[in-house]
């Protein structure tokens, strides 16, 4: 296991560090403080040769803006809320609206445009980012300690553990958006890439991809994952690609599957593991080829954003997302790396 660390640009007078990971047996990452962001992540093929399997952006000074979230921590909440409003404790806070009606992942500049402070883990497996989101940053109450630690394991496991707290009630909802294409990067579309949910149900949504609070079977759907498919298969019977949330099978807390990817031409097979009681599937719908793009086609990759249900504050039936002062909040997601023949 190494970790090293070096300058990779700066911003508004604060470095941007880039760190990189390596396990030594083939898995290795490079990541950025700058949204918490996974840059790079490569992983070998059944010959052995690595790609990179994440989009990027080229440079440092593209992870200022990153409109598309390449790889990085969404919150204070990700995903939507119902034009941008929520009561807590009887009081009604107003978020920006920046997605049609709704508010989207904690505003217009969240948590992957924030500078994060960076260090080491004691272990030398990882690095920890921590942040600290102020009362009223983006209107949402209460100071927020948040940190996220990234960890490669000796199994090829990419390893992504959360922790907050706050000291006033206050809604949380934060996942990382990383874009997968397990054939490699500038590899095309993710059309023959399969795909397996461990989710039989998911979440209806309205045009504008917000919940409707609504839960239907997958099966027979378009939306039907429950047992390996090509991704492309049914895609075009989809509002422009896939973009809704999908419920876990036995959510109790606990790790446990969510997903499994495999590209048949490499090899390359990714399994996904959340405590999470939710999982975002979205094709990358909005990929036009330019740099908020990081260069690559509609449809040139997915992402699998293990997290709570969007919309959750309005509501009620959803597993809850208040944070209260002396509560803790965790969440592990594992991505975990192999071939098949």
Not at 158 to 164: I, P, S, T, W
Request: glycine letters at 10%.
């Amino acid at each position: 296991m190494s970790v090293t660390v070096e300058k990779w640009g700066t911003t508004a007078g604060r470095d941007i560090l880039l760190f990189t990971l390596d396990n030594g047996r083939g898995l290795k990452t490079t990541l950025t403080n700058l949204g918490a962001a996974i840059v790079d992540l490569f992983v070998p093929d059944r010959n052995g040769k690595s790609a990179n399997v994440n989009v990027r952006h080229a440079n440092a000074t593209d992870y200022v803006e990153n409109p598309s979230s390449l790889g990085a921590i969404c919150g204070r909440f990700a995903n939507r809320i119902a034009k941008g409003k929520f009561t807590l404790d009887g009081r009604e806070y107003s978020l920006v609206v920046n997605n049609g009606p709704n508010h989207l992942h904690g505003g217009n500049v969240g948590f992957s445009k924030r500078v994060w402070s960076a260090a080491s883990t004691a272990a030398g497996d990882g690095v920890t980012f921590r942040y600290r989101s102020l009362d009223g940053e983006e209107n949402y109450p209460g100071n927020l300690d948040v940190a996220v630690t990234y960890r490669v394991t000796g199994e090829n496991e990419l390893v992504l553990d959360y922790e907050a707290t706050t000291d006033a009630p206050t809604v949380l909802n934060v996942t990382n958006h990383a874009y997968f294409n397990l054939a490699g990067v500038d590899s095309g579309d993710v059309y023959s890439q399969q795909l397996q949910l461990f989710a039989d149900r998911y979440l209806g949504f309205d045009k504008d991809v917000l919940v409707t609070g609504d839960i239907f079977p997958a099966a027979g759907t378009a939306y039907d994952f429950t047992s390996p498919r090509d991704i492309g298969l049914h895609i075009a019977e989809t509002p422009g690609g896939y973009d809704l949330c999908y419920a876990i099978n036995g959510w109790d807390a606990t790790l446990r599957p969510a997903a499994r990817a495999i590209d048949p031409k490499s090899g390359r097979v990714m399994e996904v593991l959340t405590t999470e009681p939710g999982v975002q599937l979205y094709t990358a719908n909005h990929f036009n080829g330019t740099a908020s793009s990081g260069g690559q086609p509609r449809h040139g990759a997915f992402c699998l954003e293990c997290q709570h249900y969007p919309d959750s504050p309005n509501q009620p039936k959803f597993p809850t997302t208040v944070l209260r002062p002396g509560e803790a909040y965790r969440q592990t997601t594992v991505h975990r790396f192999s071939v098949q023949g």
